[in-house]
């Protein structure tokens, strides 16, 4: 299968009930974990490549072995920029094959989000590439602080929702309902009512960010109530950590185990990616 459109895929998880994971990359064993996670639940899958990390990768690089990894894979696969904060970024992506991009104008006004993001819209689909935006913020930042919360005065107004979708003519729409990127102090309490608010008004397939940390239940509520894209790295970034301490510590590791070393890395962060897709598959089995 080839690189696809996000538009075309949130279509056929919105009309069948179930979320398509959206999982980061940050090297080339998180790449080969999350394709082939996809591969084993047969689930279609969303590539992040988070702008925040592009300091560390060699986006060219990583890009490339991407939509390769996309081509010879079994399942659909969508390759997206992850909360993108600038156009020449933006454009950058295009270039390099992707087929969605986030734009994060969250810290923006509203006025300035929308027409920035009007205008990201105007380009990208010209290039047949889809756009998520984000309206309200998410708690925490992509990379961010190691604890965060979210801020109900910064949750998504449903009303401003359906304006800023008509205005902008965006795929697909981050909401901020309690969520939280990093990890979460104590519970999240998602907000329901304005979720199911939201997809009345929003008449876009909805997004959740900061996945890690939410349960089982309360995806599959979110998802019966119009979630169709997960965003989720927090928890793959900590299961390659305890990966890694738990082989350092192992006495007897020398310079010829570091192969080994990135393998188990590879398979903690494929384990803890196959799970949430099971969850987020819904019971559903879209291929
Ligand atoms: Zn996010």
Redesign the pocket.
């Known amino acids: 299968m080839a690189l696809v459109n996000l538009a075309d895929q949130l279509r056929d998880a919105k009309t069948k009930k179930y979320a398509i994971g959206a999982f980061n990359m940050v090297n080339l064993e998180f790449l080969t974990a999350v394709i082939e996670a996809a591969e084993k639940a047969r689930s279609p899958v969303i590539l992040n490549l988070a702008e925040v990390h592009m300091p560390y990768v060699d986006t060219e690089l990583l890009s490339c072995a991407a939509v390769r990894a996309a081509e010879r894979s079994a399942v659909p696969v969508v390759l997206n920029l992850?909360?993108g904060l600038s156009f020449d970024t933006v454009k950058r992506v295009v270039d390099l094959g992707f087929t969605s991009v986030m734009f994060d104008g969250s810290s923006l006004s509203y006025e300035d989000n929308l027409a920035r993001t009007a205008e990201i819209v105007r380009y990208c689909h010209d290039r047949g590439v889809s756009v998520e935006a984000e309206l309200g913020a998410?708690g925490g930042d992509?990379g961010g602080a190691l604890f965060s919360e979210a801020d109900p005065s910064l949750y998504t107004d449903p009303e401003q929702a359906g304006a800023y979708v008509r205005e902008t003519g965006v795929d697909a729409l981050?909401v901020a309902i309690g969520n939280s990127?990093g990890r979460y102090k104590g519970e999240p309490q998602l907000d329901f009512a304005r979720l199911a608010a939201l997809r009345d008004r929003a008449g876009v397939p909805l997004v959740l960010?900061?996945g890690s940390g939410i349960g089982r239940e309360d995806f599959q509520r979110a998802i019966s109530l119009g979630i169709t894209k997960i965003?989720f790295y927090t928890g793959m970034s900590q299961a390659a950590l305890d990966s890694l301490k738990t082989d350092l510590a192992s006495s007897g590791k020398s310079y010829n185990d570091i192969p080994l070393i990135f393998q188990s890395l590879q398979k903690r962060v494929g384990d803890t990616v196959s799970e949430q897709i099971d969850i987020f598959l819904n019971g559903r089995q879209p291929l």
Do not use: F, Q, S
Request: hydrophobic letters at 20%; zero cysteines; aromatic letters at 0%.
């Open positions: 992850d909360h998410v992509e981050a990127h960010h900061g965003n």
